[in-house]
């Protein structure tokens, strides 16, 4: 049996497509190490995050903005849940998106940040870490269409401006009894793919093709990277958006927070969302999803999950 490909992103693209591709056609998941998210920056970005959670829960509401399905700021605890859960998830978190000069055409799709004034640093922080992760993003998505047979820069106009996410977790110290809910239920991302730090802390598990549960765990600092359903809709299926989940710890490590930080990288608002052609075998066209615009894609699968 294969296992998930632990890879680094410092070797040419061309020697690693393979390696990587092979791991998300099977698993829709890989591990990524010798990223260029300096670690002094990760390690910064830890300190802002505890510290905003930290924060008294009426300052932390003071920043939750409703109408805007979670959007930008705070989305409280337990708010929350996966597509047909019927539990919602055991966290809280924090959203930071792209920042648009004023008047940009695509402000109708993202609205404006944010920023807790209790935290200093905190936007200086975020929007360097924002940056990085879209760097590294759009190095993956290279060897992925080199994996696909396209040209290396295939995807840059693709997520140029992209409605992309970063995301700043908080798991709770986890009660004796949560009645069946756990810190993320089972389910698949919406995006493009998925950049994840913070997998350290065991708890993540993807769902194997033989429907077994294997656990994700990346050396400290590396990256565990997934695709999401919209480039499994691009590719007609061949990259693999694989449910996955965060259960519950046990023993001590219940009784600790955890803390992660995934970055949902996105297609830019505008762009159709249609099966790539090498991806269609001949004969089989009726059967491909129709072409979708990714804004109207998100909009539809955030409702679903009680964000929209």
Same mark, same amino acid.
């Given at each position: 049996?294969?296992?998930?490909?632990?890879v680094s992103?410092?070797?040419?693209?061309?020697?690693?497509?393979?390696?990587?591709?092979?791991?998300?056609?099977?698993?829709?998941f890989?591990?990524?190490?010798?990223?260029?998210?300096?670690?002094?920056?990760?390690?910064?970005?830890?300190?802002?995050?505890q510290?905003?959670?930290?924060l008294?829960?009426?300052?932390?509401?003071?920043?939750?903005?409703?109408? +805007?399905?979670?959007?930008?700021?705070?989305?409280?605890?337990?708010?929350?849940?996966?597509?047909?859960?019927?539990?919602?998830?055991?966290?809280?978190?924090?959203?930071?998106?792209?920042?648009?000069?004023?008047?940009?055409?695509?402000?109708?799709?993202?609205?404006?940040?944010?920023?807790?004034?209790?935290?200093?640093?905190?936007?200086?922080?975020?929007?360097?870490?924002?940056?990085?992760f879209?760097?590294?993003?759009?190095?993956?998505?290279a060897?992925?269409?080199?994996?696909?047979?396209?040209p290396?820069a295939?995807?840059?106009?693709?997520?140029?401006?992209?409605?992309?996410?970063?995301?700043?977790?908080?798991?709770?110290?986890?009660?004796?009894?949560?009645?069946?809910?756990?810190?993320?239920?089972?389910?698949?991302d919406?995006?493009?793919i998925?950049?994840?730090?913070?997998?350290?802390?065991?708890?993540?598990?993807?769902?194997?093709?033989e429907?077994?549960?294997?656990?994700?765990?990346?050396?400290?600092?590396?990256?565990?990277v997934?695709?999401g359903?919209?480039?499994?809709?691009?590719?007609?299926?061949?990259?693999?958006?694989?449910?996955?989940?965060?259960?519950?710890?046990?023993?001590?490590?219940?009784?600790?927070?955890?803390?992660? +930080?995934p970055?949902?990288l996105?297609?830019?608002?505008?762009?159709?969302?249609?099966?790539?052609?090498?991806?269609?075998?001949?004969?089989?066209?009726?059967e491909?999803?129709?072409?979708?615009s990714a804004?109207?894609?998100?909009?539809?699968?955030?409702?679903?999950?009680?964000?929209?």
């Open positions: 049996m294969s296992e998930v490909a632990s992103l410092a070797r040419p693209l061309a020697d690693l497509s393979g390696e990587l591709g092979r791991s998300f056609t099977e698993y829709g890989a591990i990524v190490r010798d990223h260029a998210i300096s670690p002094e920056l990760i390690d910064r970005a830890w300190r802002k995050s510290a905003f959670f930290a008294p829960e009426e300052v932390k509401r003071s920043y939750h903005i409703s109408g +805007m399905g979670g959007a930008r700021g705070y989305t409280p605890f337990g708010t929350e849940k996966a597509k047909d859960a019927q539990l919602r998830d055991l966290k809280e978190f924090w959203h930071v998106g792209r920042s648009l000069p004023p008047g940009d055409p695509l402000e109708q799709f993202m609205p404006p940040n944010v920023w807790p004034d209790e935290v200093e640093g905190f936007r200086e922080t975020f929007e360097e870490l924002f940056l990085a879209e760097t590294t993003g759009r190095r993956i998505l060897a992925i269409a080199l994996h696909l047979g396209l290396e295939f995807f840059d106009p693709t997520v140029e401006d992209g409605n992309s996410v970063l995301r700043l977790l908080h798991y709770p110290p986890v009660a004796e009894s949560q009645d069946g809910a756990i810190r993320a239920a089972a389910h698949e919406i995006n493009t998925t950049l994840l730090l913070g997998a350290e802390e065991s708890g993540l598990q993807l769902l194997s093709r429907g077994e549960w294997i656990a994700v765990a990346p050396p400290e600092g590396a990256l565990a997934n695709i359903d919209m480039l499994q809709r691009l590719t007609n299926g061949v990259m693999r958006s694989t449910t996955h989940r965060v259960v519950n710890p046990v023993g001590a490590a219940a009784r600790r927070a955890r803390y992660s +930080m970055f949902f996105h297609f830019r608002p505008d762009f159709e969302i249609r099966a790539l052609a090498g991806c269609v075998e001949p004969g089989r066209e009726a491909v999803e129709p072409p979708i804004h109207d894609y998100l909009m539809q699968r955030l409702r679903e999950i009680n964000l929209a």
